[in-house]
């Protein structure tokens, strides 16, 4: 037999855990986690998919840090870019929207 499941209760209680071991991190040992979103260009679907992830973080008291890149970005510069976050200890992970290619 099928069972339902509800989407959004799962989701608020994996906010509230991640929330909670957010809060005990930073509690015990001073450090925020902090995540990066990188974009490039500015395609409309790209920023709002990093505005999203901001949000997300900071609904569970991540700290978050938004990095738009003009399009016309080298891949030499992109990287530098991320070995630039790579080094800042306030920044614990990096995320690039998916790339849309027509």
Known sequence: MAQVIDGEAIAADIR????????AL?????IVP???????GSW???RTYAD???NAC???????????????TSEAAL?????????DPAVHGMRMPPLLLA
């Open 16 to 23: 509230r855990e991640v929330t909670a071991e957010v809060a």
């Open 26 to 30: 930073s509690s015990a040992n001073s």
């Open 58 to 72: 900071a609904d569970v008291g991540i700290r978050s840090l938004l990095v738009d890149l003009p399009e016309d």
């Open 34 to 40: 902090g995540l990066a979103v990188v974009t490039v």
């Open 52 to 54: 999203m992830k901001c």
């Open 79 to 87: 990287v530098a870019e991320v070995h630039r976050l790579n080094a």
């Open 44 to 46: 409309k679907n790209s």
